[in-house]
């Protein structure tokens, strides 16, 4: 997964980071080993944080659908991003977190959902 040239971002139900290849620390401009174990909610601007809480909230609910987003580097720098952000769920129907594939879009200055 690390030659992808899609980020790979796997975030468990608790919005933490358990797995990130290389392309998605190069989206976010650190190592996938700096990822590991933080909150995927660090790398959001505070203005956007309601839309992504209530989109990872949907994913608990199970929607697949993919949607289109800004992240913030760890530079400060914002980042657009088309993501696909499938939800995953034990054999019990209960859910263990996202497997993010995110690609990143093509204008990045681009304002705006």
């Given at each position: 997964?690390n030659?992808?040239?899609d980020g790979i971002?796997?975030i468990?139900a608790?919005g933490r980071?358990?797995?990130?290849?290389?392309?998605?620390?190069?989206?976010?401009?650190?190592?996938?080993?700096d990822?590991?174990g933080?909150?995927s909610?660090d790398?959001?601007f505070?203005e956007?944080?309601a839309?992504a809480?209530?989109?990872f909230?949907s994913?608990?609910q199970?929607?697949?659908?993919a949607?289109?987003?800004?992240?913030?580097?760890k530079?400060g720098?914002?980042?657009?991003?088309?993501?696909?952000?499938?939800p995953?769920?034990?054999?019990?129907g209960?859910f263990?977190?996202?497997?993010?594939?995110f690609?990143?879009?093509?204008c990045?200055a681009?304002?705006?959902?």
């Open positions: 997964m030659s992808a040239k971002w796997i468990d608790n980071t358990s797995y990130a290849n290389d392309r998605m620390g190069e989206i976010l401009g650190v190592s996938p080993a990822l590991r933080g909150l909610f790398y959001i505070p956007d944080v839309r809480q209530s989109m909230e994913k608990k199970g929607n697949a659908n949607f289109h987003f800004r992240l913030r580097r530079d720098s914002a980042i657009w991003v088309d993501v696909q952000g499938t995953m769920f034990d054999a019990d209960v263990l977190g996202i497997v993010g594939t690609t990143e879009y093509p990045s681009k304002v705006g959902p």
